[in-house]
């Protein structure tokens, strides 16, 4: 939760750091992905608060985030509600099995306190987060439960976390491993503080979605809200181009600090948002010292991050364990000709995987049956493969091994592999 970096002009340099921010897009899981997938490209159009409750001072959209850019909030407090409803199916619980597992394949330490196995908890369902923090080296954010809590803790060059269902604890040391650069965020070969990868805060969501500019986006301010107890402004930022996913996106900044209090990402198929976080509670008087101390409790389960067991998956194939939280690497290095196709809000990230598709109903038995009753079945110039569909992201799986994915409509989806052909 580190102030926000002002990026709010493009130039050349900038563009081609769009791009590659595009690229990397795809690296993240849900909800990570989509809000890099879906916001890449935000165009400034300028607009004017009208009439509203409360009564604020015009402002146009271009000064609204730069206040946005220049805010500086370095202590603050508070409780966020964030639901999240992609209209996945229900799995019985599998996913969580899997996001484990994908954790542990993925370089992961093995223990349920590590922040990467706890990502794909975010994507579904309604959660209440409690933040904290006391400038950069001191961050805090609990994950809370009926009858358990989640917290990572970040103190200094220590990054504690604990999930007291398990009674676990992960912890690394950045000072130790080296792996902190300059604004405290994990670099390198080492571990790093594995939090700093899930936006899960407005702020985080808000910058997500502000980080590059072109013309293919309407911005506008949209009114006034109080948000917390809290006068705030609405930033609407909406697509210009036909055959998005992504309906809209609301950012609710403070009138006084700039900070985003709500983000409300809604589809353009209509309905219930699939992303809406926001603050019920928030105070900037610096927290407690106390906030940020952590002990292991006793009888707790300690993995360091540093630890052998932690790298393996990088150490394996002889990796420098750079790219994803606990040296994982992103699809630009772990598959063949990752590029994206379009530009804008129509952006399709495409990668061949090097093998063949899913398994059919006949080769697959059992398992090919499952995948297949998931997605929709397609066919075109480029073959025949299967879409998997969110309300926002949805991907195509071609039978010879090609992915397509973004949000994007399943014609969209189609088109762009038959053109690749």
Excluded: C
Excluded at 38 to 52: E, K, Q
Excluded at 125 to 152: F, I, M, N, P, W
Excluded at 214 to 233: F, K
């Amino acid at each position: 939760m580190a102030p926000y970096e002002s990026d709010d002009s493009t130039t050349g340099d900038e563009a081609d750091d769009m791009h590659a921010g595009r690229r990397k897009a795809t690296r993240y899981v849900v909800p990570v992905a989509v809000v890099g997938l879906a916001a890449a490209t935000i165009g400034l159009v300028p607009a004017f608060a009208g009439s509203g409750d409360p009564d604020l001072p015009e402002v146009s959209a271009q000064q609204l985030i730069e206040k946005i850019a220049a805010s500086d909030v370095q202590q603050l407090s508070g409780t966020v509600k964030i639901s999240t409803d992609l209209g996945l199916p229900d799995l019985g619980g599998l996913e969580n099995s899997l996001g484990g597992a994908a954790a542990g394949g993925r370089g992961g330490s093995g223990s349920s306190a590590d922040p990467s196995s706890k990502l794909l908890e975010l994507a579904s369902g309604t959660h209440t987060l409690r933040v904290a923090s006391d400038g950069e080296d001191k961050q805090k954010l609990s994950l809370l439960d009926k009858a358990a809590e989640y917290s990572v803790i970040h103190n200094g060059d220590e990054v504690w976390a604990y999930d007291s269902a398990s009674n676990e604890v992960y912890h690394t040391d950045e000072a130790a491993s080296g792996s902190a650069d300059s604004s405290g965020k994990g670099s390198g070969d080492g571990p790093k503080d594995r939090s700093k990868d899930l936006p899960a805060t407005p702020k985080d969501l808000a910058e997500e979605a502000l980080k590059a500019a072109d013309g293919t986006t309407s911005v506008t301010v949209d009114g006034t809200a109080q948000v917390a107890g809290r006068d705030a402004y609405k930033l609407l930022i909406k697509p210009k181009q036909s055959g998005s996913t992504v309906g809209a996106i609301s950012v609710a900044v403070d009138a006084k600090t700039g900070l985003p209090l709500k983000f409300t990402l809604t589809p353009a198929s209509g309905g219930a948002a699939v992303v809406d976080a926001g603050f019920t509670e928030v105070s900037f008087s610096k927290p407690a010292a106390s906030t940020f101390d952590f002990e292991p409790p006793k009888g707790a389960k300690v993995t360091e991050g540093d630890e052998p067991a932690a790298r393996d998956h990088a150490d394996k194939g002889g990796k420098s364990g750079k790219g994803l939280p606990g040296g994982t690497e992103g699809p630009g290095e772990e598959f063949q000709g990752l590029n994206v196709i379009g530009e804008g809000w129509n952006s399709i990230a495409r990668f061949d995987t090097g093998g063949e598709g899913l398994p059919t109903q006949e080769a697959g038995g059992d398992a090919g049956r499952f995948l297949e009753s998931l997605g929709d079945q397609v066919s075109g110039r480029f073959g025949s493969g299967t879409v998997f569909s969110t309300r926002l992201v949805n991907a195509l799986i071609t039978d010879d091994g090609k992915v397509y994915a973004g949000a994007v409509t399943k014609d969209a989806l189609v088109k762009a592999a038959n053109e690749a052909k």
